[in-house]
């Protein structure tokens, strides 16, 4: 089962390879990952998407907490939660059909780049629906991709902070 894991750390040297070494010793796969600035630098926030069972979970946010840099965990799949995630398509000029311009349209797609031979587009959604037009889209149209990975935040008052 997919897990979003969003931990708060404090942004120091080595903070992030700890994190990703304890999945690593506990041979966890991490799907995604995505660090970045919070507040006003001294701490960051990751978003670790995985999958396990809800007792895999459960070990994993019990050893993150344990790491000294390690502010707070929280697994966003808990509950209601925002998740989203970012996409760069690059295709061939020919093969940018009208199903694939209806498939971008509900993600927000826009055209970044368009010349005589390629047309570059970005997209944003919920990480199922990026899925799905990635699928629908065929790998045969694509000539490269970029993903964000997952972005995600509980819903309503439920904060992940000091």
Request: no cysteine.
């Given at each position: 089962m997919k897990r979003i894991i969003s931990?708060?750390?404090?942004?120091?040297?080595?903070?992030?390879?700890?994190?990703?070494?304890?999945?690593?010793?506990?041979?966890?796969?991490?799907?995604?990952?995505?660090?970045?600035?919070?507040?006003?630098?001294?701490?960051?926030?990751m978003?670790?998407?995985t999958?396990?069972?809800?007792?895999?979970?459960?070990?994993?946010?019990?050893?993150?907490?344990?790491?000294?840099?390690?502010?707070?965990?929280?697994?966003?799949?808990?509950g209601e939660h925002h998740e989203y995630e970012?996409?760069?398509?690059?295709?061939?000029k020919f093969k940018l059909t009208p199903k694939i311009q209806k498939t971008l349209k509900p993600l927000s797609g826009k055209v970044l780049e368009k010349n005589i031979k390629v047309i570059v587009m970005s997209a944003f959604g919920p990480s199922s629906d990026i899925e799905k037009?990635?699928?629908?889209?065929?790998k045969s149209n694509l000539l490269e991709i970029a993903r964000s990975g997952c972005?995600?935040?509980h819903e309503g008052e439920k904060v992940l902070k000091i």
């Open positions: 931990i708060l750390l404090e942004n120091k040297p080595g903070a992030l390879a700890r994190v990703v070494g304890l999945f690593h010793q506990r041979g966890y796969n991490i799907e995604s990952l995505n660090v970045g600035p919070v507040f006003d630098g001294t701490y960051s926030r978003t670790v998407t999958r396990g069972s809800e007792n895999d979970v459960e070990q994993i946010t019990k050893q993150i907490n344990k790491i000294i840099d390690v502010i707070k965990v929280s697994d966003l799949t808990e970012f996409i760069l398509i690059k295709y061939n037009a990635i699928k629908t889209i065929g972005l995600g935040l």
